[in-house]
C-alpha cells in the first residue's frame, strides 16, 4: 500500500557543498527532502522548528563531522571490464586492446560476464560515492539490470562498431537492439541512454551518419572515444585525409549532444570549434596516465567555456573506479600542463565530478548540485579523521586529501545504499565470490606473452 504522506528527510551536516552557486559551502544548514526530491535548503533551526511543526514523522540524519556533497557522476566507464582489473598492464593503448583485451572479450563476452562485472563495479562505486555512471559496453540490457539491483543511476551506452562482436554482427544490429532498450526504459526515472560509436578509427561514415540521425530523432546524446592518442589522430589523417573531430564535424556529429572522451590532442582551432558547436569533454587522466595516451588541456577547455566531466575510465585501464581520486589526479595534473598553479582548482576539479558530467548527458536538470528541485542523490564524507584534519576549506581537503574509504553514506532518490559506511541492499561476499569465478575462465582465454 502506497504511504498516504510524504517520507521527509532532514540531512543536516557539518559543510553543506551544493556545488551550484559554485564555490559556495554552507554551515549550520540542511537540506529537506520529500519523497526523494530536495524542498529546501535552509538555516539548521529553521530546519528544526520545520521538524517540530510537521504534521508527518520526519527523518533527522545528523552528519556532525561530515561533508554533504551531490552524488558523483563517473561520466565515463566501462563497468563489466572490473572482471578484467590487471589482466594486462603497463602496455600502450592498441597493444592493450588489439592483444589482450579484444580477444578476452570475443571469448568470454555474455550476459552474465557483462552483469557480474558490473555488480562488482557498482559495489565498488557505492562505497566510493558514486551515484550515476554512464556506462558504454556491450549487452547493456545486463548492465541495467545490475545497476538496478545495486539502486544506482544508469546511463547506458548503445556500443556500435564496424566489427563483429558477441552482442552485435554489425552496427545496424546494434542500433536496432538499442532502440528496443530505450522503447523498454523510457519512462524508467533512473535509467538513461546514450548512443555510444566506439570511436572514430573503428566506426565507418555510414554507421556514423546512422548515429547521427538517431540522435537527432531520439535526442540522445553521443558517448565516443575521441583523440585519445596522437597514433590514433596520425592514423586518421592517413586513412581520411583529415583529423577525426573534423571528419566528426563533416558528418554532422559535432553539437551539443556529443559527449568526446579523453581528448588528449586537440588545436587552439579545435577548441574553439568544440566550443561553438557547445559539445562537451569527458576528462579521464589516469586512464591517459596509465596508457600513455596523452595530456587533456582542460584549463584550456575550460576557459573556453566548454563543459567537462569526469570519468575514471574501466578498472582494466585505471585500475579503480575510484572518483575522489579521479578529482585529485584531474586537479594535479592540470596544473604542469597549463604551467599555472591556479589551473583546475579543487572548486573546478568537485564540479567535473558532479554538475560536470551530470550537465554532459542532460541530467543537470535532476541531479549534480544540491538544490530544490532535484532529486536526493546526496553523499557524507566523513572529514573527521588524521588524514583531513585540521579543515580550512572544505572542498580543497576532499579534492586534495581525503580519500573514498572516508565515504559514511549515499543516497539515491534519498533512499540509503550505504549508511555508517555499512551497505544497506547488496551482499558483497556474494558479489565478490561471483567476480572471483570469473578469474580462472578469463585467464584461460587470455592470449600467451
Known sequence: MAND????????????????????????HAVWVADGQIEAILPREEAR?????????????????????????NGHTHAAMSLMRGLADDLPLMTWLEEHIWPVEGQMLGHDFVHDGTMLAALEMIRGGTTTLSDMYFFPEAAIEAVQTAGLRGVFGIVVIDNPNPWSADPEEALAKGIDLVNDWRRHP????????????????????????????????????????????ETAVATYGERPLARLDRLGL???????????????????????????????????LKLASGFCPVARLLEAGINVGLGTDGAASNNDLDMFDEMRTAALIAKPVANDAAAVSAHQALHMATLGGARAFGLDDRIGSIEPGKRADLVAVSLDEPETQPVYDPVSTLVYSASRRQVSDVWVDGRALLRGGRLRHLDSRAIIDRANSWREPIRQAKPAG
Open 5 to 28: 504522506h510524504p517520507t521527509i528527510q532532514i540531512f543536516a551536516p557539518r559543510w553543506l557543498i551544493p556545488v551550484a552557486p559554485r564555490d559556495e559551502v554552507l554551515e549550520d
Open 49 to 73: 522548528r520545520r521538524q517540530q511543526a510537521s504534521e508527518h514523522p520526519v527523518d533527522w540524519i545528523d552528519l556532525p563531522e561530515h561533508a554533504l556533497i551531490p552524488g558523483l557522476v
Open 190 to 233: 533512473r535509467i538513461e541512454f546514450t548512443l555510444a560509436p566506439h570511436a572514430p578509427y573503428t566506426v565507418g561514415d555510414a554507421a556514423l551518419e546512422r548515429v547521427r540521425t538517431m540522435s537527432d530523432q531520439l535526442e540522445l546524446p553521443v558517448h565516443m572515444h575521441v583523440h585519445e592518442t596522437a597514433h590514433e589522430v
Open 254 to 288: 559535432l553539437n551539443e549532444r556529443v559527449v568526446a572522451v579523453h581528448m588528449t590532442q586537440l588545436t587552439d582551432a579545435e577548441i574553439a570549434r568544440l566550443a561553438v558547436t557547445g559539445s562537451h569533454v569527458m576528462h579521464s587522466p589516469q586512464s591517459n
